[in-house]
């Protein structure tokens, strides 16, 4: 069948699309880079938030529009939304061919055989019609986790692809009250050592330029099972591959341990980068949200980062109004922005997840003032953000371009410390990574020029 996927959520999502892709191809199906063109629209789903769940919904409602109209289309759910009853739902309600949860990718061929035997007429012939599908019944479900997808090798992807996602593990142990990826990824299960090196040096013989490490929690690899290094061990093993860049997310403060922070300032190819989602500053919220570590723990822990490595950048995830959090316990995530001074920071609004904890036991607040204090927040992190990226200025930092200019002017890039870089698009002929002066700072991006290349040859106008 000509195949389109597309992707929502998270890089873990990316890199499984990966997995379903060559997949698909392996079974004689063609991947359409257009969905206009496909038989089969495949959506790779997030649930995390009610906004991606809510994105999935309109568009299954177009593609349904569409089927009306008579264009003969299957559609299969797949990701984090598939797992759940919420969105087994609206696959019923949308009448989606085939929903596969995230522990069930590789069964996507199986599945595809299963809805061409059901689309077959009573003649054996397969029926054009689209209806023929939408009639059939229910949808072909695959929702269980398969034990051995943490050993299935995924491909490295496309030539001139600069930068591969790489999922070290998969699923979650945790139990942060308001989230619902333990339910839609299952357990923690480390993926085993050979696989990861062996498409760590596939990447690089593809010539990709970034490998990003990849599970819920890298930390805690290798955890539960002692034939495996620790994630500290596996970060200088996999750095040793010899990719240029080596990055990971996420990491849990519970236990970001010293040998993490050690790898890190050791290892040259590993980025002076952490993303530590802190979520608030607030012991009380903390315990709600039944993280396991504390402000001051967590303030430990950014102290021996900065020791360590002192060029680093620090970003992280916040969420703003979860249920029963306080205008004092709101100001004490103001404050520890301010004693951590974040590059970055990802920050959302609290979005009851039904079938969580906080969900089922927490009443939500108005929405206003979860709004009210996330523009403050956001103030809050601009001005950190600008003060940070100011002290780049006048430096020289190492850019990676992944895609041409999107419009004439700049090109963007990303530093090894992930910070968005602009570049005069006239100085950057190639993708790959550029030596890059940086000459001005806002609060979203740097804008530098190329090293080597000509100064005057088009003048820099600078954005504020
Ligand atoms: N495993 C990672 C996070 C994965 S989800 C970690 O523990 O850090 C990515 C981010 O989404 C979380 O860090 C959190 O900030 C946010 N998030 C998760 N559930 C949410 C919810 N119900 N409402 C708002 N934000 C949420
Ligand atoms: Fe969700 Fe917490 Fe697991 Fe992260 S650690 S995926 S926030 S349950
Ligand atoms: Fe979304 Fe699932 Fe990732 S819920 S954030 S796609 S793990």
New binding site residues.
Partial sequence: MRTHVLTYG?QMNEYDTLTIQSELVSGGHELVDAPQDAELILLNTCA??GKPVEKVVSLLGDLRQERRRGRHLAIGLMGCLAQLEEGQAIARKFGVDVVIGPGAITEILPAIEALERRRAGSDGNPRRDGAATRHAGAPVEHLHFRDDLVEHVTPPPPPGTQTGFLTIMRG?D?H?T????PTTRGPEVSRPLAAILHEAEAMREAGVQEVVLLG??VNSYGLHDPDLPSFAELLRLVARVGIPRVKFT?S?PMNFTSDVIDAIAEEPNVCDYIHL?V?SGSDRVLRRMAREYRRERYLEIVREIRTKIPDVVLST???VGFPGESEADFEQTLSLYDEVRFEHA?M??????PG?P?HTHFDDMPRELKTERLGRLIERQKHWSLEGHRRWLGRTLRVLVKERAKDGQYVAGHSDQNHTVLMPADQVRRLGLHQVRVEHATPHTLYGVVEGARQDAVPLRLAS
Wanted: net charge positive; charged share 10%.
């Fill in positions: 998270c995390v938030r979650c945790h942060c308001y989230c619902i990826v819920q929690n996420t849990h989602p979520q995830d916040v969420i990802y959302f609004i609290y979005s009851a997840r969580t906080a």
